[in-house]
């Protein structure tokens, strides 16, 4: 890479949702910060999800495909040995690479996203917290001790963000890193004073601990951003903040369209311009073209998604998103979504199917029953969209478009 390169850092906040990050229009001051950053570069305010669990969430934004042709699903446990993911291309171009994802917090045997399920490609180093003594060394096992004398007990956010800048006093320039942090997926509690912040007697318990949780890994950024002003590299790097969706409240659907809205970030001056909000569609597969559109490190390869800017323009989006669920127990059903100006359309395995019309973001009222021309519209949408999936697959490889066939044949009731 030439000395101009710009490092690269993708943040996921896990869980995260559009509509409780404060410049979204949230209730609370949950972000602070995030708003800061999100006024020097473009946010995008009609960015979803590709899924809301954990391991597709973060294989489509790795790949830039869509669950049903990378694969890592809750019912496959991993990508396989394709398709080519931003890790590698960021690595082949000569940048230094790792990954933080914080295992679980109630001794969980592993993490969802780790080697162990093919995301680990490309990766230099690959932190999860249960390797800190092989890749973090003695300070950040020292934390972890000190943690559980003090009490400071979190999902991981603290030690994954000394981690995180640990291995980047030593990492040169340019590097690439994609870090995860954990604590807005309830039930995992963010640690005092901020589990109570936002609490009162008018305030559900949940809602108030969410809450909290943003704020917590607003300060976690904040120290993120601040070490990287302090040695002169925040404005030699492309941030993307973004998160995975996917939690209800009570009253709404599981999948609707608050769930699967997400926060979507793109700072990295003099690439990126300043101070716009843009409401074209943007989702996580648009992340790998987009960083390696604005990095030049390598031409993106055949994706599920677009480049999000391109000469300093933000480039044209769908009129749909979509986004997909797979069953993690042998009796759950799957999923597939479609959300657009008409509202939000549930296709279900068993046929229990709901749609939500543009006034019920958070999907209170199932209108399947009562405006059927509406639901089959976006349902005709759908399985329009699984058919265009099927065909841009043939590039993928056949493993992809063998995974896409079958899931517009499922779909169909086939």
Known sequence: MGGDAVNVLVVVLEGARADHIGHNGAAWETTPYLDQVARQGVRFTRAYTTAPAALPAHASLLSGLFACAHGATEESGGLGATPPL??????????RTAAFYPSARGGHPAAPVSPASGCGRGFERFYTGRNAGRLAGAADYARRASDRVLGRADAGARRTTHALLEWLRDAGEPFGAVVTLREATLPQAPPAPYDRQFAGPDVAPRRAQYAGALRYLDLRLQEIGEALAADGRWDRTLLVVTGTGGLAFDGEAPLCEATLRVPLILRAP???????????????????????????????????????????????????AFAESYRREPQDVRRKVVCGPAGTFVWQSDEANAYFDAGDPHGTVNRVATDVAGGDRLRRRLFDWLAEAQRGARGLGADAEARLAGSASAARGG
Do not use: C, N
Request: hydrophobic share 45%; glycine share 12%; proline share 10%.
């Open 86 to 95: 931003l890790s590698e291309a960021l690595r082949d171009a000569g940048y």
């Open 270 to 320: 003099g690439r990126v311009p300043a101070g716009y909000a843009v409401d074209e569609i943007a989702q996580l597969s648009d992340v790998l073209p987009t960083v390696l559109a604005l990095t030049g490190a390598a031409p993106p390869p055949a994706t599920q998604g677009r480049a999000l800017l391109a000469q300093g323009a933000v480039t044209a989006g769908p009129r749909h």
